[in-house]
């Protein structure tokens, strides 16, 4: 059965909890998703708050407090914020891929690196406590003087298992966080061998129906092929407009075509914009570069009819905070006039002590 490219929006849209703020906990949302983009501390507030009907604040930082929720380097070796649990689960996964990665990134940098080491020296600092990598880096530095302080860095970064500590601040999170060892802080050991299908499964169940290469791109993994053959009994296969397999859970939701999608803003680096290979379901060809800077930031986006429209940035200025858009192209009234509604909440949610929200359109 071949899916039409608005068909595959709306599937999507479904799982992504975009089709209407769902009413359920913030740890089912975070599950339902698998893991939330937390490069920046900001962004997963506001994709919660696009998704999680009442969503506060406060919900997600109390759930970071009390170490449900952790904030780790994961999918293609970034930040996401996921569940302990789902952490403790699949972090072995990207284990290979993690420790690849400190030679692809580093190239000639990673020669003479001993990983294993590094890694023995910077636990040994970790085990007395949480520090930031300033301080893991000095003392990198200090047992290895002649050593790349960058690059032993980001080497003890992919090869431990580490998580960021959350504070009292407005997002969760400083600029410069503290990292804890994951095992001290969650108080139990990761899954050392763990199946890789249930993740084939949870990824499908938030992105599908979607192909190989779409779980590739959005996990950073690689070759699972054998993933999705090993799975083959208990999925539905489909096709796209351009003829390539797609697949899906069975009973997953494939909404109407004619199902309305309404107006919702999405933060930096959202997943919905970065989790397939061939992302034409949410986003035309032609503005994807309207969305990437050349130093690989994923600006903010809205969604007029389950489709990314434009861009967003919100500004604070001493009691007021306005937020800008700038649409891909001219909008209809009714647009417009939803997107004004829903951006003045959004300023809200950010800025909340602002006295005064303004809207405008680039």
Partial sequence: MELTLRQLNRATLARQLLLAREKTTVPRAIERLVAMQAQLPRPPFIGLWSRVAGFER????????????????????????????????????????????????????????????????????????????????????????????????????????????????????????QFALASAWLGKPTATDPDPRPLVLRYLAAFGPASVADMQAWSGLKDLEAWFEDSRPKLKAFLDPRGRELFDLPKAPRPDVGTPAPVRFLPDYDNLVLGHADRSRVIAEEHRSHIATKNLQILPTFLVDGFVAGTWKLDRAKASATLTMKPFEPLAKQAREALTAEAAALAKFVEPEATRQQVLFD
């Fill in 58 to 177: 406060k919900q997600l930082a109390r759930l970071l407090e009390k170490r449900e929720v952790v904030r780790a380097t994961l999918l293609r070796g970034t930040l996401h914020l996921l569940t302990a649990r789902d952490f403790v689960s699949f972090r072995a996964i990207f284990t290979p891929m993690l420790e690849r990665s400190i030679a692809t990134v580093l190239r000639e940098r990673a020669k003479g690196l001993d990983v294993r080491q590094l890694a023995a020296q910077a636990t040994g600092l970790l085990e007395d406590g949480p520090r930031t990598f300033e301080e893991v880096r000095e003392k990198l530095v200090r047992l290895n003087p002649k050593g790349d302080v960058r690059a032993m860095g980001y080497a003890v970064r992919c090869a431990l298992q580490l998580v960021q500590v959350p504070i009292d601040a407005p997002w969760s999170f400083p600029t410069d966080s």
